[in-house]
């Protein structure tokens, strides 16, 4: 039984560790999950403020921004498209951007204030006959566009070079926006090789310590890019789990809960079957003696010859009631132990003088050959009790009985007493072993037998369980006090 207990006490405790980590791997995963869900919002959020900082500099708002242009100038895209056949068709975009200025355009000096009308006209003269005239552009770029996606993209990107020559994309103006939007991050402008057409969003870091990068062209032709490293907390996505952690808590404790509650039962039954086996083992050894002595005694009945010696026919008729009064001892005592309120013991209360009924127990109480006993009785000569003396003398008794079984070669034990507010209370102590401080706590229960009842002492386990409910039964309450090695005091209360 002992080795099945222990083998389903470690697969118990392998149940609950597995248990645990497949909910730690599974929170791991959505932990993953939600930060990446996470990081998607974040970019998103992202790529919102850049094409909000790109509407302001495209609207003209000052947005921190520094331009190079003193509205002096202007640039005007041409894209040009040929498209050539083979085995596969191919289309090839041109890019052109052309800048003029207004002064040359009129042809009036740089000195000359430049009015609406002024800019008007040169607009006109550049844009003569349906069709730019190029002839007059002091200055201007081609790019290669053809691995643009379509033509609206081609204009966008030629539209871009424009607003970066005349508003430039700051990193200040940037963090500006993300600032508002609640978004702190490491920002570098920069200018790349090749041209940068689509938008890059990739996951940095440890998954501990995580970080979102997200490249954004705002100038493809330029092949101009802005660069953003947001680094996040892990406390910020950890909210988004919080209905999931607070159900898999939940679950999880109610099952280890359930997984304990279940093991501590099946180690409970354990213990009352032992408790049980090692009962009947003892009640036996209890009953074997008195058994014995009246199987000897009515053998000793038998003989004639015994039975005319008149002091040998005493002894035998004296042993006989000892023992039959030892038997009904302890019949009496397993009937009321297994009643289950106290109220359903029976008393016959008298009043009961408890010096007299002290003496009375010490006087009939058998002290070993090897032990030497001394007995103090301090109680008041006067003090009654109303209580059944038959249960009063057991209760008593058994409290003796321990202070001498569980002693030295020498034990004084002493009876006080004293009245408080209609409450009697008779305290017996000894000079014994004393009670360990893991053992005060259940010498009480039934069948429980401390480290010192743990040798060759007989015993059942039910005294003191015994003495408790007596006095219980009476109305009262019973207290201990003890010291390993130095001895225990017993603290009876009963009302009066």
Known sequence: MEKRIKTLYLITIAAILAFLAMQVYWLYGRYVFSLDEYGRNLSSRIMESVDLYNGFRDSGKNILDSSDSAGQKMMFPIISLSISRGD???TARRVSIYTYS???VLGVDTTVPLTKEMRAKALDHVYANNNYNTSMAYDSVHYDASKAKDENETWTAAHNVVIAKDRPFTKE????VL??????ADIIVSKVDSMVWN???RNLGSLWRPELYVMVPFSQLEG???????????YDVVPMMWPTLVVVLLITVLLIICLILQFSTILKLSRLDRMRNSFITTMIHELKRPISTLKMCVSGIENNRMMEDPETKRELM????NSLDNLSAYFSKLRDITFNDVEQIPLNIRSVNLRGLFSEVTSAMVVPADKEVDIVNDIDSALEVSADQTHLVNIVGNLIENAVKYSGRYVEIKAESSEINGIVHLRISDTGNGISSGDLRHIFKRFYRGRAAGGDQPGMGLGLAYVKLLVEAHGGDITVDSKEGEGTCFTIKLPQ
């Open 179 to 184: 600032r508002k939007n609640g978004i702190k």
């Open 224 to 234: 101009r890019i802005v660069e953003i490293t947001c680094r996040i907390n892990p």
């Open 199 to 201: 938008k890059s969003v």
């Open 318 to 321: 004296r042993e006989t009631r």
């Open 173 to 176: 103006g940037i963090d500006s």
């Open 102 to 104: 207004y002064h040359r």
């Open 88 to 90: 596969t068709i191919r």
